[in-house]
């Protein structure tokens, strides 16, 4: 296929590699030169199968708009914009495009979303519960996406309103950990995921954009990462 990545940072630089070693065409832009989705015209993006984006949460809206009025699919694992999930929604179920989100495309991070599941089951047996995350300092977003995904799955899974509490942590290189802790009285639930490097989301994604090709409708890695 003929790809194009948004972003040249850590993230979409190893997505354009792995996808070079799966074989695909690859073209990458950076910021500066998409300011404002400029470069992502009709005509421009007439070759591309799918699009990745991986920038910031100030630039993926404009750079969805322009795909989907392009007609063109799109990948999203940037987090930070999911205020506008219901708009954006709309526009790509109406205009028959197809866009695939995730808060995290590594497979042992939505296998954690799982095991979350299955342990928010606590808080409606007198446990208390929390959230931590920790990431580099140059991640845009706190919390991260991830935490935020793990926060809605236990409060779906416990039946209460109330969420767990997040403490967001930015330092160093850290790639990402998240950890869930749930506390009773009589013991303690230690729940953790530690991202040792990129790689394992960045297949993700590139299969994440394999498995988009030709679909129409908006969907969630988490519903179809098992058929990837």
């Known amino acids: 296929m003929n790809l194009l990545i948004l972003g040249r940072g850590k993230t979409g630089s190893l997505v354009a590699e792995v996808a070079r070693s799966r074989r695909h065409q690859v073209n990458v832009l950076c910021a500066a030169d998409n300011v404002a989705a400029a470069a992502l015209t009709p005509a421009a993006l007439s070759p591309v199968n799918v699009v990745l984006d991986f920038t910031t949460p100030d630039a993926v809206v404009p750079n969805v708009e322009a795909c989907v009025r392009a007609g063109k699919n799109i990948v ?19 205009a028959r495009t197809g866009l695939l989100y995730g808060s995290n495309f590594s497979i042992g ?38 935490a935020l995904t793990i926060q809605n ?25 998240h950890e869930v802790t749930l506390n009773s009285a009589g013991d303690r639930i230690y729940l953790c995921h530690d991202a040792k490097s990129r790689l394992g989301f960045a297949d993700g994604a590139v299969r994440a954009a394999e498995w988009l090709a030709g679909k129409t409708g908006f ?5 179809v990462w098992r058929e990837l």
Do not use: C
């Open 76 to 94: 999203v694992g940037t987090t930070g914009w999911h205020t506008h999930v219901p708009r954006i929604r709309e526009m790509v179920v109406s």
């Open 109 to 146: 991070v939505n296998l954690f979303f799982e095991i979350a599941r299955t342990a928010g089951v606590a808080l409606k047996y007198d446990y208390s519960g929390q959230i931590f995350e920790r990431h580099h300092e140059h991640k845009k977003d706190a919390p991260s996406g991830t």
């Open 153 to 177: 799955i236990v409060r779906e899974a416990s039946g209460k309103e109330q969420n767990l509490e997040i403490t967001s942590f930015r330092e160093g290189d850290v790639v990402g950990m």
């Open 219 to 223: 969907f969630d890695f988490r519903d």
